[in-house]
T-cell receptor, first 114, second 115 residues
Framework: AQSVAQPEDQVNVAEGNPLTVKCTYS??????LFWYVQYPNRGLQFLLK??????LVKGSYGFEAEFNKSQTSFHLKKPSALVSDSALYFCAVRDDDSWGKLQFGAGTQVVVTP | ETGVTQTPRHLVMGMTNKKSLKCEQH?????MYWYKQSAKKPLELMFVYSLEERVENNSVPSRFSPECPNSSHLFLHLHTLQPEDSALYLC??????????????FGPGTRLTVT
């Protein structure tokens, strides 16, 4: 089975500073990786995905993620954080079941202070 | 908001009640999912429907009963729930459940409280 780990329960950053949310994965084959964000009282919103190709993936709201095969990581980044980026962030990996079930991490709470 | 809607947004029910959660997707997708989100826990996949056929049931108690009458609608029927079933129930859809690595699109969820 495939899995992801988000080692930080919470990340605190000042507005305007770079934001990084960490994710590591474990797969038996090719990794298909996703990032989602959840704002309070809302469902999950898709940010970006890595399937193949360029290791730097650009997504919604100015976010990007860097795929690193040697470190089995897929960290989410934003060059300059906004207060409105405060939310819960989930990393996910496609399971190796035939129908593509997503395996989610536990989530990382991001708090951006003014 | 995404093209996935859920009703009701909030639900309080007693352990002897019967209620249903509804999900509707307006994206033309063929696969739909029910997830349970509890505090301090990863999302738990409950059910998957592909082309209106259930393809996954993750050992969910029988007090939860899904129904997918067509590719746009998904229901979760609830009866004799327990307090530990209180959680946010999320519905999602994707173009297909097999083959390509399509991302899933989520609804806003139903906050369920069992008293």
């Amino acid at each position: 089975a495939q899995s992801v780990a988000q080692p930080e329960d919470q990340v605190n950053v000042a507005e305007g500073n770079p934001l990084t949310v960490k994710c590591t994965y474990s797969v038996s084959g090719n990794p298909y990786l996703f990032w989602y964000v959840q704002y309070p009282n809302r469902g999950l919103q898709f940010l970006l995905k890595y399937i193949t190709g360029d290791n730097l993936v650009k997504g919604s709201y100015g976010f990007e993620a860097e795929f690193n095969k040697s470190q089995t990581s897929f960290h989410l980044k934003k060059p300059s954080a906004l207060v409105s980026d405060s939310a819960l962030y989930f990393c996910a990996v496609r399971d190796d079941d035939s129908w593509g079930k997503l395996q989610f991490g536990a989530g990382t709470q991001v708090v951006v202070t003014p | 908001e995404t093209g996935v809607t859920q009703t009701p947004r909030h639900l309080v029910m007693g352990m002897t009640n019967k209620k249903s959660l509804k999900c509707e997707q307006h994206l033309g997708h063929n696969a739909m999912y029910w997830y349970k989100q509890s505090a301090k826990k990863p999302l738990e996949l409950m059910f998957v429907y592909s082309l209106e056929e259930r393809v996954e049931n993750n050992s969910v108690p029988s007090r939860f009963s899904p129904e997918c009458p067509n590719s746009s609608h998904l229901f979760l029927h609830l009866h004799t729930l327990q307090p530990e079933d209180s959680a946010l129930y999320l519905c999602a859809s994707s173009p297909y459940a097999t083959g390509e690595t399509y991302e899933q699109y989520f609804g806003p969820g139903t906050r369920l409280t069992v008293t």
